[in-house]
């Protein structure tokens, strides 16, 4: 692969309030296999607005998830840095990560990963666990994330009693529920029949539009990137608009 | 919910296995409950003999007698204030393979030196006075049905025949360990059946200062050094730790068990946890998504570990404990046998100790796990 360059700055649009929440400079990354080098991407510049719902579209091994891992600091760069609300996660270790990350990120998973031996409700009040809110709080906190998501009924159930469009309502609610800085989606509709996709792709432009929430979403669905304000593609290591 | 809910709900995600593995932590504990507690009985049956009293035997062994002449001789040793004797009888009540140890005693000097033999039923006195009669423990006494005043015979072994005593008391021993089981009749009366063939098996002697016990046995192995019948004398606790010690290395046997034992479980379990954390890499690499931080992961792995094995371990040893408690068939052979709260104690803190070496390597690797690699591979 050649060495790639990109750079996309997202205009404010919809509920953007325009200040720059993400900014990510000269990112480039890299692997190793054996002894050949393969440039996933280089100098890749970006920024997101505040309150901006993003689609990321490329294919299969373009570098999408990797930038989105990246962002989510669950990946490495090697040169560049990504700096979300005025913090440096790239000069962070694995544990100022981990505890940025349950501040900061708010993950949806293309296949859910939902604890399958926990409740809905008690995914969702997973990421509470890690802060000091009394139980009654958390309680009131994961209530609310179920109400938005429309699964109120279904906090006593169990993953494998819901469906898989309910599955990921419930993996929306636990990404919202510590009300994160940004919520990333790797595919959220990419394991989901069209109904189920369109009911969590009417959720994201919810939580996008009424409750201001900055998302970037990762997609192969074109009708799925139409539903955010802006796309970029990104394609052998080039990101563009 | 709280992170121990996470622990208990991930303990029974795989019932059938995890049940299974705390299945065999309970064999196993129940097995050192029970091993461990040969190990006590037979160190606390060392510590059973008196300090106070010295045992002189025949210098080629136990089971070689001494001559009666001995004993004026002991006596008149200075520091001791009284002699006794006794014999080994070596017989039994209907079944040979149904055992309980009996002694001939020098009745009149024996029992006052015997703090221990407490008569609770029956009458010492009426003892002393029937040449016929015996002391039972309390133990056999439940064992068998028997009776004070009831008339009961026994087989000969080394001197064949129908033995018949009549029981005029029964004792309860001061110390469990000393036992509850044992039979005491009169050295007469083995003497006289035997036709004067029989002599003292050893000599008990009462030392009037228990700091000069080493002197004084010193002097009366000297004094016996030159004669036909050359003695070995010692105190009454080092000759039950020697008689203990017939019983062979049984506390090297023993340890090398629990240790075999304790490795078999620890591979058991560090396995179960391997597997239950291979099948949940998707699931950590969730956790450390949202926040999770690496130590936090391993606690909750080492932690889940550690509640098997300390499970396993509870139910094992309490079921030792209920098991041996109150009379077993054991306590013939270990008077007292029974698992100490020490016992309980130290199996616990192994219970921690394999639940923490087990969990350890699990724990490792959730904290290493990738969470590209892992989610990757999940995908």
Known sequence: MSSPSSEATAAPTGGASGRVLVEIRNLTKAYRRGSEVIHVFENVDLDIREGEFLALMGPSGSGKSTLLNILAGLDTADQGSVTVDGQEITRMNAKQLAVWRSVNIGFIFQFYNLLPVLTAAQNVELPLLLTNLPKKQRREHVMTALEVVGLTDRAQHFPRQLSGGQQQRVGIARAIVSDPTIILGDEPTGDLDSASGNEILSLLEQLNSQFGKTILMVTHDPHAAERAQATMHMDKGVLSR | ?379
């Open chain 2, 1 to 379: 919910m709280s992170v121990g809910r996470l622990i208990w709900a991930n303990l029974f995600r795989n019932k059938k296995r995890t049940f299974l593995t705390v299945a065999s932590v309970t064999v196993a504990f129940f097995l050192f409950g029970a091993l461990r507690s040969v190990i006590t009985t037979l160190d606390a049956a060392a510590e059973v003999g008196s300090e106070a009293r010295l045992v002189t035997s025949s210098a080629s062994g136990i089971t070689f007698p001494l001559p009666e002449a001995h004993a004026s001789r002991l006596a008149a040793v200075s520091g001791i204030t009284r002699v006794s004797w006794a014999n080994w009888f070596g017989g039994y009540y209907r079944d040979p393979q149904d055992f309980f140890a009996q002694f001939a005693i020098k009745a009149d000097t024996y029992l006052p030196m015997y703090p221990e033999i407490e008569i609770t039923a029956g009458d010492a006195d009426a003892f002393l006075r029937e040449r016929t009669a015996a002391i039972v423990g309390v133990g056999l006494l439940e064992k068998y049905g028997w009776q004070v005043g009831q008339t009961v015979t026994l087989q000969g072994t080394f001197l064949p025949g129908d033995w018949e005593f009549t029981i005029r008391a029964a004792y309860t021993p001061t110390n469990p360990s000393f036992g509850d089981a044992n039979m005491y009749f009169h050295y007469e009366y083995l003497y006289e059946r035997s036709n004067g063939q029989i002599s003292p098996g050893w000599f008990v002697l009462q030392l009037n200062d228990p700091d000069r016990a080493a002197d004084v046995a010193a002097q009366i192995d000297a004094l016996f050094e030159n004669s036909t019948a050359p003695t070995k004398t010692e105190t009454e606790r080092a000759f039950q730790a020697g008689f203990i010690t017939m019983w062979g290395n049984i506390g090297f046997l023993v340890r090398a068990i629990g240790t075999a034992v304790f490795f078999a479980i620890l591979f058991v379990a560090a396995n179960t946890m391997m597997m239950a954390v291979r099948e949940r890499i998707g699931e950590i690499a969730v956790l450390k998504t949202i926040g999770f931080k690496n130590g936090m992961l391993s606690a909750l792995v080492v932690l889940e570990s550690v509640l098997i094995t300390v499970l396993g371990g509870a139910v094992g040893l309490g079921a030792a404990k209920l098991m041996f408690m109150g009379k077993t068939p054991l306590s013939a052979f270990f008077p007292g046998f029974g698992v100490t709260t020490g016992t309980i104690g130290l199996g616990l803190g192994l219970a921690v100790l394999l639940g923490l070496v087990s969990g350890a390597i699990p724990a490792l690797q959730s904290a290493r796990l990738s969470v590209v690699n892992a989610l990757r591979r999940v995908a």
